[in-house]
Protein backbone atom coordinates (compact mmCIF):
# COMPACT_ATOMS: atom_id res chain seq x y z
CA UNK A 1 0.00 0.00 0.00
CA UNK A 2 1.47 3.25 -0.88
CA UNK A 3 1.85 5.57 2.31
CA UNK A 4 -0.07 8.51 2.31
CA UNK A 5 2.03 10.50 4.73
CA UNK A 6 5.12 9.91 6.12
CA UNK A 7 8.32 12.17 6.90
CA UNK A 8 10.07 10.89 3.74
CA UNK A 9 6.85 11.52 1.60
CA UNK A 10 6.73 15.11 3.14
CA UNK A 11 10.35 16.04 2.32
CA UNK A 12 10.32 14.54 -1.79
CA UNK A 13 7.15 16.04 -2.16
CA UNK A 14 8.19 19.35 -0.63
CA UNK A 15 11.35 18.91 -2.59
CA UNK A 16 9.33 19.05 -5.75
CA UNK A 17 6.71 21.57 -4.77
CA UNK A 18 10.20 24.35 -4.71
CA UNK A 19 11.38 23.65 -7.99
CA UNK A 20 8.11 23.61 -9.83
CA UNK A 21 6.97 26.50 -8.06
CA UNK A 22 10.03 28.48 -9.89
CA UNK A 23 9.14 26.91 -13.05
CA UNK A 24 5.69 27.37 -12.97
CA UNK A 25 6.81 31.54 -12.93
CA UNK A 26 9.45 30.51 -15.60
CA UNK A 27 7.55 28.51 -18.09
CA UNK A 28 4.50 30.99 -19.00
CA UNK A 29 5.66 34.05 -18.38
CA UNK A 30 9.56 34.41 -19.01
CA UNK A 31 8.14 34.79 -22.85
CA UNK A 32 6.60 37.32 -22.19
CA UNK A 33 9.74 39.27 -20.10
CA UNK A 34 11.47 38.72 -23.53
CA UNK A 35 8.96 40.44 -25.26
CA UNK A 36 8.52 43.18 -23.04
CA UNK A 37 12.13 44.23 -24.13
CA UNK A 38 11.32 43.88 -27.95
CA UNK A 39 12.84 41.34 -29.15
CA UNK A 40 11.49 39.88 -32.26
CA UNK A 41 9.35 36.81 -32.50
CA UNK A 42 11.68 34.50 -33.94
CA UNK A 43 14.32 35.85 -31.64
CA UNK A 44 11.68 35.00 -28.31
CA UNK A 45 11.66 31.49 -30.55
CA UNK A 46 16.02 31.39 -30.15
CA UNK A 47 15.94 32.76 -26.63
CA UNK A 48 13.49 30.33 -25.36
CA UNK A 49 15.34 27.37 -27.11
CA UNK A 50 18.48 28.27 -25.95
CA UNK A 51 18.02 26.70 -22.19
CA UNK A 52 17.05 23.60 -24.01
CA UNK A 53 19.79 23.06 -26.69
CA UNK A 54 21.78 23.51 -23.42
CA UNK A 55 20.07 21.14 -21.58
CA UNK A 56 20.85 18.86 -24.86
CA UNK A 57 24.60 19.03 -23.87
CA UNK A 58 24.38 19.68 -20.39
CA UNK A 59 21.75 17.53 -18.70
CA UNK A 60 23.16 13.57 -19.33
CA UNK A 61 26.68 14.62 -17.62
CA UNK A 62 25.64 16.71 -15.20
CA UNK A 63 23.31 13.78 -14.04
CA UNK A 64 25.94 11.60 -14.56
CA UNK A 65 27.61 13.17 -11.69
CA UNK A 66 24.80 11.32 -9.44
CA UNK A 67 26.38 7.75 -10.39
CA UNK A 68 29.38 9.30 -8.42
CA UNK A 69 30.73 10.88 -5.79
CA UNK A 70 29.72 14.43 -6.38
CA UNK A 71 26.14 12.92 -5.71
CA UNK A 72 22.45 14.54 -6.30
CA UNK A 73 22.79 16.91 -3.09
CA UNK A 74 25.76 18.80 -3.93
CA UNK A 75 24.45 18.78 -7.99
CA UNK A 76 21.04 20.57 -6.68
CA UNK A 77 22.31 22.58 -4.55
CA UNK A 78 25.10 24.28 -6.90
CA UNK A 79 22.04 24.39 -9.30
CA UNK A 80 19.81 26.58 -7.33
CA UNK A 81 22.99 28.73 -6.53
CA UNK A 82 23.72 29.36 -10.25
CA UNK A 83 19.74 30.67 -10.64
CA UNK A 84 20.35 32.72 -7.37
CA UNK A 85 23.29 34.43 -8.70
CA UNK A 86 22.61 35.10 -12.50
CA UNK A 87 18.58 35.51 -13.02
CA UNK A 88 19.22 39.57 -11.34
CA UNK A 89 21.83 39.99 -14.01
CA UNK A 90 19.28 39.70 -16.95
CA UNK A 91 17.42 42.81 -15.22
CA UNK A 92 20.47 45.01 -16.61
CA UNK A 93 20.55 43.06 -20.31
CA UNK A 94 20.40 45.49 -22.76
CA UNK A 95 20.41 44.02 -25.60
CA UNK A 96 19.67 40.33 -27.29
CA UNK A 97 23.18 39.03 -27.35
CA UNK A 98 23.38 39.64 -23.66
CA UNK A 99 19.96 37.97 -22.90
CA UNK A 100 21.17 35.00 -24.72
CA UNK A 101 24.42 34.59 -23.19
CA UNK A 102 23.00 35.29 -19.74
CA UNK A 103 19.69 32.79 -20.72
CA UNK A 104 22.65 29.91 -21.51
CA UNK A 105 24.10 30.39 -18.34
CA UNK A 106 20.61 30.06 -16.43
CA UNK A 107 19.91 27.06 -18.35
CA UNK A 108 23.07 25.30 -17.31
CA UNK A 109 22.10 25.81 -13.81
CA UNK A 110 18.18 24.49 -14.46
CA UNK A 111 19.23 21.51 -16.11
CA UNK A 112 20.18 19.35 -13.46
CA UNK A 113 16.79 19.83 -11.30
CA UNK A 114 14.52 18.36 -12.74
CA UNK A 115 15.65 14.71 -13.69
CA UNK A 116 17.85 15.57 -10.61
CA UNK A 117 14.28 15.11 -8.40
CA UNK A 118 13.10 12.47 -10.51
CA UNK A 119 16.08 10.82 -9.95
CA UNK A 120 15.87 10.51 -6.38
CA UNK A 121 12.83 10.43 -6.03
CA UNK A 122 12.35 7.01 -8.41
CA UNK A 123 15.42 5.78 -6.28
CA UNK A 124 13.32 6.60 -3.32
CA UNK A 125 9.94 4.26 -4.86
CA UNK A 126 12.33 1.46 -5.49
CA UNK A 127 13.99 0.89 -2.59
CA UNK A 128 10.54 2.05 -0.20
CA UNK A 129 7.41 0.35 -2.59
CA UNK A 130 5.07 1.95 -0.61
CA UNK A 131 5.87 5.51 -1.53
CA UNK A 132 3.92 6.81 -4.55
CA UNK A 133 5.80 8.30 -7.19
CA UNK A 134 2.73 10.34 -8.69
CA UNK A 135 1.70 11.88 -5.55
CA UNK A 136 5.22 12.69 -4.59
CA UNK A 137 5.71 14.19 -8.01
CA UNK A 138 1.99 15.78 -8.12
CA UNK A 139 3.07 18.02 -4.89
CA UNK A 140 5.30 19.70 -8.12
CA UNK A 141 1.95 20.11 -10.42
CA UNK A 142 0.18 21.39 -7.57
CA UNK A 143 2.46 24.45 -6.87
CA UNK A 144 3.56 24.75 -10.43
CA UNK A 145 -0.40 25.87 -10.82
CA UNK A 146 -0.28 27.66 -7.91
CA UNK A 147 2.58 29.72 -9.71
CA UNK A 148 0.64 30.21 -12.86
CA UNK A 149 -2.40 31.67 -10.86
CA UNK A 150 -0.09 33.95 -8.78
CA UNK A 151 2.40 34.90 -11.54
CA UNK A 152 -0.42 35.51 -13.89
CA UNK A 153 -1.85 38.35 -11.04
CA UNK A 154 1.92 39.75 -10.39
CA UNK A 155 2.49 40.34 -13.71
CA UNK A 156 -0.72 42.36 -14.81
CA UNK A 157 -0.17 44.24 -11.44
CA UNK A 158 3.59 45.06 -11.73
CA UNK A 159 4.67 44.21 -15.08
CA UNK A 160 6.71 41.73 -16.50
CA UNK A 161 9.90 42.54 -14.73
CA UNK A 162 8.17 40.93 -11.59
CA UNK A 163 9.04 37.53 -13.10
CA UNK A 164 13.07 37.71 -12.88
CA UNK A 165 12.42 39.21 -9.36
CA UNK A 166 10.44 35.66 -8.32
CA UNK A 167 13.04 33.35 -10.11
CA UNK A 168 16.03 35.20 -7.78
CA UNK A 169 14.30 34.55 -4.64
CA UNK A 170 12.43 30.73 -4.84
CA UNK A 171 16.03 29.20 -5.41
CA UNK A 172 16.36 29.37 -1.50
CA UNK A 173 13.06 27.19 -1.11
CA UNK A 174 14.71 24.99 -3.43
CA UNK A 175 17.93 24.34 -1.57
CA UNK A 176 15.83 24.40 2.31
CA UNK A 177 13.89 21.07 0.25
CA UNK A 178 17.17 19.67 -1.02
CA UNK A 179 18.87 19.75 2.14
CA UNK A 180 16.09 17.96 3.83
CA UNK A 181 14.99 15.37 1.37
CA UNK A 182 18.24 14.12 -0.60
CA UNK A 183 21.08 12.23 1.28
CA UNK A 184 24.09 13.96 2.01
CA UNK A 185 26.15 11.59 0.29
CA UNK A 186 23.70 9.79 -2.42
CA UNK A 187 23.51 6.52 0.18
CA UNK A 188 19.68 6.42 -0.80
CA UNK A 189 20.46 6.35 -4.44
CA UNK A 190 23.12 3.51 -4.28
CA UNK A 191 21.18 0.69 -2.14
CA UNK A 192 20.20 -1.18 -4.86
CA UNK A 193 22.47 -0.50 -7.22
CA UNK A 194 25.85 -2.59 -8.37
CA UNK A 195 28.56 -0.95 -7.05
CA UNK A 196 31.71 -1.19 -9.85
CA UNK A 197 29.52 -2.60 -12.13
CA UNK A 198 31.33 -2.75 -15.36
CA UNK A 199 29.76 0.34 -17.47
CA UNK A 200 27.50 -1.10 -20.37
CA UNK A 201 25.37 -0.03 -22.98
CA UNK A 202 21.92 0.97 -22.01
CA UNK A 203 19.10 -1.66 -23.62
CA UNK A 204 18.31 -0.72 -26.96
CA UNK A 205 14.81 -1.14 -26.36
CA UNK A 206 15.16 1.75 -23.88
CA UNK A 207 17.05 4.15 -26.17
CA UNK A 208 13.39 3.74 -28.51
CA UNK A 209 11.57 4.23 -25.49
CA UNK A 210 13.51 6.99 -24.43
CA UNK A 211 13.37 8.80 -28.09
CA UNK A 212 9.66 8.13 -28.08
CA UNK A 213 9.15 9.85 -24.77
CA UNK A 214 11.28 12.42 -25.59
CA UNK A 215 9.69 13.26 -29.01
CA UNK A 216 5.98 13.18 -27.24
CA UNK A 217 7.41 15.91 -25.19
CA UNK A 218 8.90 18.03 -28.10
CA UNK A 219 5.67 18.24 -29.26
CA UNK A 220 5.28 21.02 -26.44
CA UNK A 221 7.80 23.25 -28.12
CA UNK A 222 5.08 25.90 -29.79
CA UNK A 223 3.37 25.48 -26.87
CA UNK A 224 5.87 27.07 -24.06
CA UNK A 225 7.05 29.54 -26.77
CA UNK A 226 4.28 30.91 -27.74
CA UNK A 227 0.88 29.98 -26.20
CA UNK A 228 1.13 33.07 -24.01
CA UNK A 229 1.67 35.00 -26.50
CA UNK A 230 -0.53 33.79 -28.88
CA UNK A 231 -3.49 33.92 -26.30
CA UNK A 232 -2.11 37.89 -25.45
CA UNK A 233 -3.00 38.30 -29.61
CA UNK A 234 -6.57 36.84 -29.07
CA UNK A 235 -7.13 39.06 -26.67
CA UNK A 236 -7.17 37.27 -23.25
CA UNK A 237 -6.03 38.91 -20.23
CA UNK A 238 -2.92 37.61 -18.32
CA UNK A 239 -5.04 36.31 -15.40
CA UNK A 240 -6.71 34.20 -17.78
CA UNK A 241 -3.81 32.96 -19.66
CA UNK A 242 -2.54 31.89 -15.87
CA UNK A 243 -5.95 29.87 -16.32
CA UNK A 244 -5.33 28.29 -19.25
CA UNK A 245 -1.97 27.26 -17.80
CA UNK A 246 -3.61 25.92 -14.59
CA UNK A 247 -6.82 24.09 -16.20
CA UNK A 248 -3.93 21.73 -17.80
CA UNK A 249 -2.23 21.70 -14.57
CA UNK A 250 -5.26 20.27 -12.27
CA UNK A 251 -6.01 18.00 -14.73
CA UNK A 252 -2.51 17.06 -14.98
CA UNK A 253 -2.28 16.86 -10.95
CA UNK A 254 -5.01 13.95 -11.19
CA UNK A 255 -3.24 11.61 -13.71
CA UNK A 256 -0.07 11.72 -11.11
CA UNK A 257 -2.13 10.93 -8.43
CA UNK A 258 -3.75 8.06 -9.83
CA UNK A 259 -1.71 6.59 -12.48
CA UNK A 260 1.53 7.73 -10.67
CA UNK A 261 2.09 4.37 -9.20
CA UNK A 262 2.99 3.13 -12.21
CA UNK A 263 6.31 3.85 -11.78
CA UNK A 264 8.39 0.76 -10.24
CA UNK A 265 5.47 -1.43 -11.08
CA UNK A 266 5.35 -2.14 -15.21
CA UNK A 267 7.25 -0.61 -18.36
CA UNK A 268 5.07 2.49 -18.42
CA UNK A 269 4.76 2.00 -22.61
CA UNK A 270 0.99 2.00 -22.43
CA UNK A 271 1.37 5.75 -20.92
CA UNK A 272 3.83 6.48 -23.28
CA UNK A 273 1.54 6.02 -26.10
CA UNK A 274 -2.03 7.48 -24.78
CA UNK A 275 0.44 11.01 -24.15
CA UNK A 276 1.84 10.37 -27.81
CA UNK A 277 -2.37 10.02 -29.46
CA UNK A 278 -3.49 13.14 -26.80
CA UNK A 279 -0.73 15.32 -28.18
CA UNK A 280 -1.42 14.82 -31.95
CA UNK A 281 -5.33 15.08 -30.89
CA UNK A 282 -4.37 18.73 -28.72
CA UNK A 283 -1.71 20.53 -30.73
CA UNK A 284 -3.94 20.22 -34.22
CA UNK A 285 -7.17 21.35 -32.55
CA UNK A 286 -5.05 24.30 -31.18
CA UNK A 287 -4.63 25.00 -34.26
CA UNK A 288 -8.08 25.89 -35.40
CA UNK A 289 -8.14 28.94 -33.27
CA UNK A 290 -10.20 27.93 -30.35
CA UNK A 291 -12.25 30.17 -28.00
CA UNK A 292 -11.93 30.22 -24.48
CA UNK A 293 -13.73 27.30 -23.20
CA UNK A 294 -12.09 24.91 -26.41
CA UNK A 295 -8.86 26.18 -24.91
CA UNK A 296 -9.66 25.38 -21.69
CA UNK A 297 -10.50 21.89 -22.44
CA UNK A 298 -7.69 21.61 -25.01
CA UNK A 299 -4.98 22.15 -21.88
CA UNK A 300 -6.31 19.42 -19.44
CA UNK A 301 -5.04 17.48 -22.60
CA UNK A 302 -1.87 18.28 -20.81
CA UNK A 303 -2.43 15.56 -18.04
CA UNK A 304 -1.83 13.17 -21.19
CA UNK A 305 0.35 14.98 -23.41
CA UNK A 306 2.92 15.47 -20.50
CA UNK A 307 1.54 13.90 -17.29
CA UNK A 308 0.79 10.48 -18.70
CA UNK A 309 3.78 10.51 -20.79
CA UNK A 310 6.34 11.65 -18.31
CA UNK A 311 5.15 8.92 -15.56
CA UNK A 312 5.66 6.54 -18.63
CA UNK A 313 8.67 7.56 -19.12
CA UNK A 314 9.84 7.26 -15.60
CA UNK A 315 8.57 4.14 -15.28
CA UNK A 316 10.53 3.25 -18.38
CA UNK A 317 14.22 4.43 -16.98
CA UNK A 318 13.17 2.37 -13.43
CA UNK A 319 12.54 -0.65 -14.96
CA UNK A 320 14.90 -0.86 -17.82
CA UNK A 321 17.79 1.30 -17.20
CA UNK A 322 21.00 -0.97 -15.25
CA UNK A 323 20.80 0.16 -11.73
CA UNK A 324 24.48 1.44 -12.10
CA UNK A 325 23.66 3.71 -14.31
CA UNK A 326 20.63 4.99 -13.61
CA UNK A 327 22.12 8.54 -13.46
CA UNK A 328 23.23 7.96 -16.93
CA UNK A 329 20.27 7.20 -18.03
CA UNK A 330 17.61 9.65 -16.57
CA UNK A 331 20.64 12.42 -18.26
CA UNK A 332 20.08 10.64 -21.58
CA UNK A 333 16.40 11.30 -21.58
CA UNK A 334 16.59 14.36 -20.30
CA UNK A 335 18.75 15.51 -23.26
CA UNK A 336 17.09 13.92 -25.75
CA UNK A 337 13.71 15.27 -24.99
CA UNK A 338 15.74 18.90 -25.26
CA UNK A 339 17.29 17.94 -28.20
CA UNK A 340 13.36 17.23 -29.62
CA UNK A 341 12.13 20.39 -27.80
CA UNK A 342 14.78 22.71 -28.97
CA UNK A 343 14.37 21.49 -32.38
CA UNK A 344 10.38 22.25 -31.89
CA UNK A 345 10.77 25.50 -30.26
CA UNK A 346 13.34 26.61 -32.87
CA UNK A 347 11.43 25.83 -35.59
CA UNK A 348 8.36 27.46 -33.99
CA UNK A 349 9.33 30.74 -34.07
CA UNK A 350 9.96 30.61 -37.67
CA UNK A 351 6.36 29.32 -38.41
CA UNK A 352 4.27 31.12 -35.57
CA UNK A 353 5.85 34.52 -37.38
CA UNK A 354 4.41 33.27 -40.82
CA UNK A 355 1.78 31.64 -39.96
CA UNK A 356 0.34 32.21 -36.35
CA UNK A 357 -1.82 29.40 -34.87
CA UNK A 358 -0.77 26.85 -37.12
CA UNK A 359 2.53 26.20 -35.40
CA UNK A 360 0.19 24.36 -33.43
CA UNK A 361 -0.38 21.74 -35.73
CA UNK A 362 3.15 21.27 -36.93
CA UNK A 363 4.01 19.93 -33.48
CA UNK A 364 1.61 16.76 -33.85
CA UNK A 365 4.16 14.77 -36.76
CA UNK A 366 6.29 14.01 -33.54
CA UNK A 367 3.48 12.63 -31.53
CA UNK A 368 2.78 10.38 -34.31
CA UNK A 369 6.07 9.02 -34.61
CA UNK A 370 6.36 8.83 -31.02
CA UNK A 371 2.93 6.27 -30.99
CA UNK A 372 4.79 4.45 -33.75
CA UNK A 373 8.01 3.70 -31.76
CA UNK A 374 6.53 2.86 -28.50
CA UNK A 375 4.33 -0.12 -30.71
CA UNK A 376 7.99 -0.87 -31.96
CA UNK A 377 9.46 -0.80 -28.95
CA UNK A 378 6.19 -3.18 -26.85
CA UNK A 379 6.79 -5.81 -29.63
CA UNK A 380 10.35 -5.77 -29.00
CA UNK A 381 9.95 -6.35 -25.09
CA UNK A 382 6.86 -8.78 -26.03
CA UNK A 383 9.40 -10.92 -27.66
CA UNK A 384 12.38 -10.47 -25.35
CA UNK A 385 10.80 -10.33 -21.83
CA UNK A 386 13.88 -11.27 -20.02
CA UNK A 387 14.44 -7.44 -20.11
CA UNK A 388 18.33 -6.75 -19.18
CA UNK A 389 17.13 -3.74 -17.16
CA UNK A 390 17.31 -2.81 -13.43
CA UNK A 391 13.72 -4.50 -12.10
CA UNK A 392 11.62 -2.79 -10.33
Avoid at 147 to 159: D, Q, S, T
Wanted: glycine share 10%; with cysteine; charged share 10%.
Amino acid sequence: MPLPFSAASVRLSALHAASFFSHGFYLPFFPIWLKSRDLDPAVIGIVVAIPIMVRILATAPLLSLADRSFGPRRLLLASHLGQMVVFPLLMFAQDSATIIALVALVAIAQAAVIPGNDLVTTAAVQNDPRLHYGRLRGFGSISFFIANIVAGYLVGAFGADIVLAALTVIPLLCMAATISAVPAHGADLSARGSAGAPAKGLPAVLWIVMIAAAMTQGTHGALNAFASIYWQSQGFADSVIGYFWAAGVIAEIVVFMVLGNAVGRGSGLGLIAIGAAAAVFRFTLMSFHPGAALTLGLQTLHSLTFGASHIGAMAALTALAPLHARGRAQGIYGSLAALFTAASTIASGLIYKEAGAAVFAAMAPLGAIGLVLILVASRMLKAQPQRAGAGG
